[in-house]
């Protein structure tokens, strides 16, 4: 079992950064992915950004090089770096947790992960 603890959500402008984490009880269970999802209200879960155990990373098409995924071993915490921050980034993200084997091209599946957080709010104001 793996509980996730999201935290670093809140309300910026336009154009603001927010640096998103992800406390897991563990990593050790995890052999392969953790991810980024968001969802707006009326809308699906997408896939934000996925990182591999062996440190390949994936980003939705949305991103356009202005988040960042990361993970810091020795706090057992995964990070999301956001900058340049638009009004339609506004959404619930979710961490998200597989703990079985999976290809690349499936990192930002939400199907393919099996443990998942709470979520938070991230509010951007134009």
């Known amino acids: 079992q793996v509980q996730l603890v999201e935290s670093g959500g809140g309300s910026v402008q336009a154009g603001g950064s927010l640096r998103l984490s992800c406390a897991a009880s563990r990593y050790d269970y995890v052999n392969c992915c953790m991810g980024w999802f968001r969802q707006a209200p009326g809308k699906g879960r997408e896939g934000v950004a996925g990182?591999?155990?062996?440190?390949?990373?994936k980003y939705g098409d949305f991103v356009k090089g202005r988040f960042t995924i990361s993970k810091d071993n020795t706090k057992n915490t995964l990070y999301l770096q956001m900058n340049t921050l638009q009004p339609e980034d506004t959404a619930m993200y979710y961490c998200?947790?597989?703990?079985?084997?999976?290809?690349?091209?499936?990192?930002?599946?939400?199907?393919?992960?099996?443990?998942w957080g709470q979520g938070t709010q991230v509010t951007i104001s134009s």
């Open positions: 998200a947790v597989r703990t079985g084997s999976t290809f690349y091209s499936l990192l930002l599946y939400s199907s393919e992960y099996n443990y």
């Open positions: 990182r591999h155990y062996d440190g390949t990373t």
